[in-house]
């Protein structure tokens, strides 16, 4: 059921705090709790990261299956309609590209989380392959699999835009 303006407002003010509009802001984003540093700033424990990549690692595997079952139902022939039952062969050609470039985006997050765990082992995690310099605490707690740092990142993709 659809929510009314006046229920959305009130649900809005609720959630939203009275000192802001609750976009991040300096203020938010300072007091927002990080991943990957524990309290008094100090970095996760090697053990900690471990479980940490472990853990993102089981959640894209599971994904990855998920998508995949609802693909194979999706898949005519399968349990689901064939595309000729939909009437529109382009647009059911479109979601399974989709789907299969979605599935690929996975699969390669999962092969860097494992990458990220061999790095740990060897401890060679957080550093840069390209520079050899530390990567970021924020960059490694938004995407713990990152292998470089943002300015080697960054080269990279000028390079192949260039290219």
């Known amino acids: ?4 303006p006046e229920h959305q407002q009130r649900t809005d003010a ?18 927002a709790p990080r ?4 309290r008094g700033g100090r970095r996760a424990s090697p053990e900690q990261t471990r479980e940490h990549l472990l853990s993102e690692r089981r959640a894209a595997v599971e ?5 995949t ?10 349990t689901g309609e064939s595309p000729f039952e939909e ?12 789907s299969l470039m979605h599935r690929a985006r996975i699969a390669e997050r999962i092969n860097r989380l494992t990458r990220g765990l061999e790095r740990l082992a060897h401890g060679e995690y957080g550093t840069c392959e390209e520079c ?12 713990p699999e990152v292998a470089v740092c943002r300015d080697c990142q960054e080269r990279r993709e000028r390079r192949e835009r260039a290219a």
């Open 132 to 143: 050899g310099r530390a990567i970021e605490p924020a960059r490694l707690a938004a995407m």
């Open 35 to 38: 991943r990957r540093t524990q």
């Open 69 to 78: 079952r609802a693909a194979e139902r999706e898949e005519p022939g399968g």
């Open 87 to 98: 009437g529109d062969v382009a647009q059911a050609t479109e979601r399974v590209d989709m």
């Open 1 to 4: 059921m659809a929510k009314t």
């Open 14 to 31: 609720e959630r939203i705090p009275a000192t802001g509009s609750g976009k991040l802001d300096s203020h938010a984003t300072e007091s």
């Open 63 to 67: 994904e990855l299956a998920r998508l």
